[in-house]
């Protein structure tokens, strides 16, 4: 995945690209690239240095001619090594095109060939750089950029969104998107195309979104959507949610931006919350756009996420089993896409998504809607193309999350599947209206029970003085602390690039144990069945494992070498949202006294827009 911007009649447009880009950084920062219309030529800089490959650029660009017409890009490598080589813009033979892409031309090999026996010269190894020659063969046959556009898209297999600009006609942008995110935009007298709408905030006043294999041409001012065909149709306008200004995307005084969100996370779950109560105490969800009836009709729940997403999804699967008495499988959704799932009309697919755009889940959801099934997303991202596509959403509102790293989403979602897990309950009749209204009260203790868990930081901090040094974790937990685990597990890996696996501790003893040594680090998540745990932990400790135990103010007798508390919370289904956070504090204080960069960790992006 990698981001990308593009920006014409704006006179400080390479300010506009920079600011965009350091927005967008994301999506990828492996190198950076920007493609300036200087006269009748084009003008590009890249620079590839990892994490800092943008502040790189802006130092390269000193000299760069004023142009009011130009495009950005940074990168997450997938095909061809991160190099200055590889970096984008690509450019033709003959200079005259330059143009930026995210996602994968999956035939690209297929499109070389030709390309080649015709006497171009392709000089990165990327998957990109075939577009800009294909768009060079078009133009020489006449056909105007957005013409030129239309023909190659035709002969590309993949998932794409590419702008290309041309130094024959210099105030025209042209792009184009298929199952990868792109928005244009219009403000004054400029015209924008960028992945999300963080990289336009405060410059675009009108925003549009792009529907696959369609084609905008963007002017000064004005914009042009097209299909394959030629044929002409309307933008689909979209709002902007109004909590995604430009201070919301800014560190606003923390170090980093992962501090930040994990601070956010007490007015995440509330804001999440709000409105979810009638008057009469019952559960409105505004956004569901499913009724009441359709969903009765519904005899299972399939969630479908990757990453963090999954692990709330793992939570879901309690809560709507437990709640609403409805089977609930949990997947993984680049496994579901591939195998021969059992879904029709009484299937419920919840895809659950911060961005709304992860590959895998989107397509996953495609194949549900496919096979019948009504599906429905939980996402951060208004209109983003999950929830343009789906029968139903319900929104988080965690405000714009940057850092890689999910945490103020992830409880956001949990606390948003466990509405719906609320109303699925209420609307099928297994919950009466007290049971419904306390389990909602608690829920709305949630962010002062996660405000105290924040509070208890410097905690988390001794325990990280005592195991810096340490390379390899566990992080044990049963039913609803598995998923803890898991979410802790995963944090730590991605932010500290320690070995930390996360287990079912029921499992450790079937496999696992054979690694646990002096040295190990073992954290486990004690409730909701603490008896049990307790036991695992002793296995582990008999072995010589460090243990770490993560566990509420009511335990009077914590097993283990070090303790970590948490508020209690009175029902278990809620509990995660909770102990996620000494777990959060846990990974980023490891990151950060290892000296990593815990908003860009290594070979990652926030948005996965391939498979
Ligand atoms: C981990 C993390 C990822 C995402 C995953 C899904 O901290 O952020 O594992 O959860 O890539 O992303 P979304 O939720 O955007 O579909």
Redesign the pocket.
């Known amino acids: 995945m990698c981001g990308i911007i593009g920006v014409t009649g704006d006179t400080a447009a390479l300010e506009t690209i920079f600011d965009g880009l350091r927005r967008l950084e994301y999506r990828g920062y492996d190198s950076a690239g920007v493609a300036l219309v200087d006269g009748g030529a084009i003008w590009r800089e890249r620079a590839a240095d990892g994490t800092h490959s943008v502040e790189d650029l802006a130092v390269a660009v000193a000299a760069a001619p004023r142009s009011a017409t130009g495009i950005g890009h940074t990168r997450w490598a997938t095909h061809g090594a991160p190099s200055v080589q590889n970096a984008h813009p690509h450019v033709d033979c003959t200079g005259r095109v330059a143009l930026v892409h995210n996602g994968i031309i999956e035939n690209h090999a297929e499109l070389a060939a030709p390309l080649l026996a015709r006497g171009h010269v392709l000089s990165s190894e990327t998957d990109t750089e075939v577009l800009a020659h294909l768009l060079e063969e078009e133009l020489a046959r006449g056909a105007g950029l957005a013409e030129a556009m239309r023909s190659t898209l035709g002969q590309l297999r993949g998932a794409f969104s590419v702008v290309a600009l041309t130094s024959e006609d210099p105030t025209l942008i042209v792009a184009a998107r298929r199952a990868v995110p792109l928005l244009a935009a219009l403000g004054e007298a400029r015209g924008f195309v960028a992945s999300d709408v963080s990289a336009l905030l405060g410059r675009a006043d009108r925003y549009f979104a792009l529907d696959d294999d369609q084609v905008v041409e963007v002017r000064p001012g004005s914009l042009r959507v097209t299909t394959l065909a030629g044929d002409e149709v309307d933008p689909t306008v979209v709002g902007v949610d109004p909590s995604w200004d430009v201070v919301a995307a800014q560190k606003g005084g923390f170090d980093d931006f992962m501090s930040k969100e994990i601070h956010e996370q007490p007015r995440a779950i509330a804001d999440t919350l709000l409105d979810r109560r009638a008057n009469d105490g019952s559960i409105v969800l505004d956004e569901l756009h499913l009724s009441p009836d359709e969903l009765r009709a519904v005899d299972k729940v399939v969630v479908v ?5 999954f692990h709330a999804g793992m939570v879901a699967k309690y809560a709507i089993e437990r709640w609403a008495r409805l089977p609930t499988e949990v997947e993984i959704a680049s496994e579901l896409r591939y195998r021969e799932p059992v879904l029709h009309e009484r299937t419920l697919v919840v895809g659950v ?3 709304g755009e ?1 590959l895998d ?1 989107l397509e996953a959801l495609r194949e549900a809607r496919r096979s019948g099934a009504r599906t429905l997303v939980v996402s951060n991202v208004v209109h983003s193309t999950m929830a343009r596509e789906a029968d139903g959403i319900v929104y988080t509102r965690a405000g714009p999350e940057v850092s ?3 945490t103020k989403c992830h409880v956001a979602q949990i606390v948003a599947l466990e509405v719906l897990a609320l109303a699925l309950a209420q609307w099928r009749g297994t919950m009466g209206p007290s049971a419904l209204a306390s389990t909602l009260d608690e829920l709305h203790r949630l962010p002062a029970a996660v405000g105290e868990a924040l509070g208890r930081a410097k905690e988390v901090e001794d325990v990280v003085d005592v195991l810096v040094g340490a390379r390899d974790y566990f992080f044990l937990g049963r039913n609803l602390g598995y998923p803890v685990a898991l979410e802790g597990a ?2 730590l890996k ?1 932010i500290s690039y320690l070995r930390a696996e996360g287990y079912p501790a029921g499992e450790l003893k079937h496999g696992p144990l054979a690694l646990v040594e002096p040295g190990t680090v073992v954290v486990a998540v004690l409730d909701p069945l603490r008896d049990k745990m307790r036991s695992n932990v002793a296995e582990a400790a008999a072995r010589g494992a460090t243990v770490v135990v993560l566990t509420t103010d009511d335990d009077t007798d914590p097993p283990g070498d070090h303790v970590l508390r948490v508020p209690a919370v009175r029902d278990p289904v809620l509990a995660p949202v909770v102990e996620v956070v000494p777990l959060q504090l846990l990974a980023y204080g490891l990151a950060r006294r290892l000296g990593n960069d815990v908003d860009r960790p290594r070979n990652l992006a926030k ?2 827009t391939v498979e």
Not at 305 to 309: D, H, I, L, N, P
């Open positions: 996420a990757c990453g963090s997403s998504s911060q961005s992860t889940t890689v790293a999910s995963l944090k991605e948005t996965v």
